[in-house]
C-alpha cells in the first residue's frame, strides 16, 4: 500500500541531461550501479521486480554493462522520494498547492489598474514556460547512428509471454496534420525489425486521432520519440494533460525552466528536446496494412493480448555522446508506474478542484486499483445529491472517464487511513440505494469488459446522508454473534477461503470470497446461498474471487478483484432485505459466464530466468538475496500462455 510520507530534498535548477538526475540520485543514496553483466532479455526486468517490491531496498537501478555500448537506468522515478527529486519539489502537494495559488490568483476579481498590473509577473511566468525552438543541433544529435539499428540499444524483454522486446519509456512526438499542434504521449513499442515497430495507439489517444486525420488527407505521419534528458519530460508525457495543451508547457513549469527543442534530420516538421539522450525518427505510413502487436506484460499485472496496430519505421537514430538509456517496467503492483500515478493524483488535484469539481477536498489511486480501476475521493458535502453530482463530474472529467470504480466519502476521515475511510463509507451505504451502476468508455486495457473499450461503473457513496436522501437510519456495523466462518464453508464446499477480518476487527460489513466455479451462474447462487446463513443480515457486501487467490491477501484480492470486475454485469442483490450487494470479481470465460471475449493471464516471470538471477545475485552488488516475486503466483497461472485457455 501505498503511503504519504514527507519528503526533504529540493532541487534548485532544472537537470540538464539524464546524467545530471542520475548524480542527484547517487547523491542522496537512492542509486545502485550494477557492473555484472546483465541480460536485457528478462533479465533485467527480474532483478528490478524483485527490487521495485521490497520497499527498504527499493533504488534505481544503473546497468552499466548491457551487451551494448549503453548503460540502462530503470526504476529511477520508483518511489515517492525519487518521485520528487525527479520533479525537484519536497513533496508531490507542493506541486498542486503551486498550481491551485496560481489558478486563484489568475481568476480573482481585480478592482482596478494597480491590481491588474500586480498581475502582469504571473503572467510573464507563462511566457518562461512556454518550449523554445532553437536553431542548429542538440546534444542529442552529437552522435547519428550511420545504420539505424534498434538491436544496438539495450532494449527490455520484460516477461516471458512478451510479444518481443518493447521500448517502455518512449515521449512519442506526433503532430495534428491540420493545425500543427503538437502531442507527447506515452505508449510501448514493439520492435519487430532493425528499423521497425509498432505504435501502440489506443482508440481514445491524441496520437490515434492524429493517425486517422493523416489518413483522411493519405499523407504520411511524421514521427519522433525521444528517450532520456530531463525526467520531467518522461512525466509530462504520462500526464493527462487536456487535449492541445502543449506537454512542454506542463515540463517547463515543473522545471521552472522553458524547454529548449531542435527540429529533427529527417523529419524536420517535428521537434524534440535538444537534451535527451536518444531520439528515434520515423514515420507512420497511413496506406500500410497494421501489424498484429503484443502480447504485453501490462501495468494492470495482466497480459494485455495481441491486436492490430500501426507500423512506424525508423529513420534515423540519434543520441548524445554519453547517452544513457531508460527504461521502466509494469507487472503486478507495485511498480515504478504507481508512482507516477502518484504524481499525477497530486498534480491534477488542484486543476480538478478549480475547474471541475469545486467540492472535492482530496483524491486517491490506491495502487491496488492501477489507477482508472478504483479512484477515492473526498468531498465536502453541503446538499443531498451532491455525491451523484460529483460521480457524473467526475467520470466526464478528461481520462476519469475511464474509471471503474469511485468511492466517495466525505467529513475529515484521512484518506489514505483505509481501515477508517472503509469504516465510515460501509457505516454510510445501504447498497441498495448508495451504490450506482452506470456504464461508459473503458480503457482498453480493461479485461473485464464484455465489448472492447466499453463497459459498466459503479459509485459507492459513502457520504453522511442527508434526511432527504435516507428511507431508514443506518446504524453502526455489527458483526452478529450468529454469524459462522465454518458454517459456510461447511456447507458450501466450493468456496476455498473467507476472509472476515474486516469485519470482525474493524467494523466494516464486508467480507472476501475466494470460490472455485464449476457451472453458470455459479456466483449468483452461491451469493444467494451465503445470505440465507444466520448472522449475515449485518454484512453489506460481499467479494467474489476465484479460488486460486488467498482470501487473506486483502492486497491481492482488491488487484485481482478490480481487473476482473464489471460492476454493471457482475453485481447481484440477495438476503431477506435484497440488503447485501454481491460483486464477482472472478475469472469470466464463455463455459460459466457467456463470455466470449479472450482473457489474459496475469504476469510471472518464468523459472529458467529466477534461477539464473538467483545464481547471479551475489555478483550484482545488491545484498541479501531477494526472492523472487512472481514465486507466489506459480499456483495463480493459468495453462494457455497470454491468453488464457477457455476450459481452464
Given at each position: ?234 512525466y509530462a508525457a504520462t500526464a493527462p494533460l487536456p487535449e492541445n495543451v502543449d506537454e512542454y508547457m506542463l515540463a517547463g513549469f515543473l522545471r521552472k525552466k522553458k524547454v529548449e527543442l531542435v527540429r529533427c534530420i529527417t523529419q524536420p516538421d517535428i521537434e524534440v528536446p ?315 470465460n464463455k463455459q460459466f459466464d457467456n463470455f466470449d471475449r479472450p482473457w489474459p493471464n496475469i504476469i510471472a516471470a518464468d523459472p529458467a530466468t529466477i534461477a539464473v538471477i538467483d545464481e547471479k545475485w551475489p555478483t550484482l552488488g545488491l545484498g541479501e538475496k531477494i526472492n ?21
Open positions: 500500500m501505498i503511503r504519504n510520507t514527507p519528503i526533504y530534498y529540493l532541487c534548485t535548477m532544472a537537470y540538464k541531461s539524464l546524467q545530471a538526475f542520475i548524480e542527484a540520485l547517487e547523491k542522496e543514496g537512492e542509486l545502485i550501479r550494477i557492473k555484472t553483466f546483465v541480460d536485457p532479455v528478462l533479465e533485467i526486468a527480474e532483478i528490478t521486480d524483485r527490487i521495485s517490491k521490497t520497499p527498504d531496498r527499493n533504488k534505481a537501478l544503473l546497468f552499466e554493462n548491457t551487451g551494448t555500448d549503453f548503460p540502462l537506468l530503470i526504476n529511477s522515478m520508483g518511489s515517492e522520494r525519487r518521485m520528487c527529486i525527479a520533479l525537484g519539489v519536497q513533496k508531490l502537494d507542493d506541486v498542486m498547492h503551486e498550481i491551485e495559488d496560481l489558478f486563484k490568483s489568475l481568476s480573482a476579481p481585480k478592482n482596478g489598474i494597480l491590481e491588474k498590473l500586480a498581475m502582469l509577473p504571473q503572467l510573464s511566468k507563462f511566457a518562461s514556460w512556454m518550449p523554445k525552438v532553437v536553431k542548429g543541433r542538440g546534444a542529442c544529435q552529437e552522435v547519428i547512428m550511420q545504420n539505424p539499428d534498434l538491436g544496438k540499444l539495450p532494449i527490455l524483454t520484460c516477461w516471458p509471454l512478451d510479444g518481443g522486446p518493447f521500448i517502455t519509456l518512449p515521449a512519442i512526438h506526433t503532430k495534428d496534420p491540420n493545425n500543427g499542434i503538437r502531442n507527447i504521449g506515452m505508449y510501448r513499442m514493439q520492435v519487430f525489425e532493425p528499423t521497425m515497430t509498432g505504435m501502440h495507439w489506443h482508440k481514445h489517444k491524441v496520437s490515434a486521432r492524429h493517425y486517422n486525420e493523416y489518413k483522411k488527407l493519405n499523407k504520411r505521419m511524421p514521427v519522433a520519440v525521444a528517450l532520456g534528458g530531463d525526467p520531467v519530460y518522461t535538444a537534451d535527451a539522450d536518444f531520439i528515434i525518427e520515423g514515420y507512420v505510413d497511413t496506406d500500410e496494412e497494421l501489424i498484429w502487436e503484443g502480447p504485453f506484460g501490462d501495468h494492470t499485472g495482466y497480459y494485455s493480448l495481441p491486436d492490430w496496430y500501426p507500423r512506424f519505421h525508423v529513420t534515423a537514430i540519434t543520441h548524445r555522446k554519453d547517452a544513457i538509456y531508460p527504461a521502466t517496467i509494469v507487472g503486478i503492483p507495485p511498480q515504478e508506474d504507481a508512482w507516477i500515478g502518484k504524481a499525477t493524483e497530486r498534480i491534477f488535484l488542484a486543476p480538478i478542484k478549480m475547474t471541475m469539481v469545486p467540492e472535492i477536498t482530496d483524491m486517491h489511486m490506491p495502487v491496488e486499483g492501477v489507477f482508472h480501476n478504483l479512484v477515492i475521493a473526498t468531498i465536502n458535502k453541503e446538499y443531498a445529491g451532491q455525491g451523484q453530482k460529483v460521480m457524473n463530474a467526475m467520470w466526464g472529467a478528461g481520462q476519469m472517464m475511464f474509471n471503474k470504480i469511485l468511492v466517495l466519502a466525505d467529513g475529515n476521515t484521512r484518506i489514505d487511513d483505509y481501515p477508517a475511510l472503509a469504516k465510515y463509507v460501509f457505516n454510510n451505504i445501504n447498497p441498495a440505494t448508495d451504490v450506482y451502476f452506470s456504464q461508459g468508455p473503458m480503457d482498453v486495457l480493461d479485461h473485464s469488459c464484455s465489448k472492447l473499450g466499453f463497459g459498466g461503473k459503479m459509485c459507492i457513496d459513502g457520504t453522511r446522508k442527508w434526511e432527504e436522501e435516507m428511507t431508514e437510519p443506518l446504524p453502526p456495523f455489527k458483526l452478529l454473534p450468529s454469524f459462522s466462518k465454518e458454517g459456510i464453508l461447511k456447507a458450501c464446499p466450493e468456496i476455498t477461503g473467507i476472509n472476515d477480518s474486516l469485519a470482525r476487527n474493524y467494523g466494516i460489513g464486508v467480507l472476501f470470497v475466494a470460490m472455485k466455479k464449476d457451472r453458470l451462474g455459479h456466483v449468483r447462487d452461491l451469493h444467494n446461498k451465503i445470505c440465507t446463513h444466520p448472522g449475515l443480515e449485518n454484512i453489506k457486501m460481499i467479494l467474489y474471487v476465484e479460488h486460486t487467490v488467498k482470501a487473506e491477501d486483502i492486497a491481492d484480492v482488491l488487484w485481482r478483484f478490480c481487473n476482473n470486475l464489471d460492476p454493471r454485469r457482475d453485481h447481484f442483490f440477495a438476503g431477506s432485505n435484497n440488503q447485501v450487494l454481491g460483486l464477482d470479481g472472478t475469472r469470466k523472487s516475486p512472481s514465486l507466489r503466483y506459480a499456483t495463480q497461472l493459468y495453462r494457455g500462455g497470454a491468453a488464457v485457455l477457455d476450459s481452464e
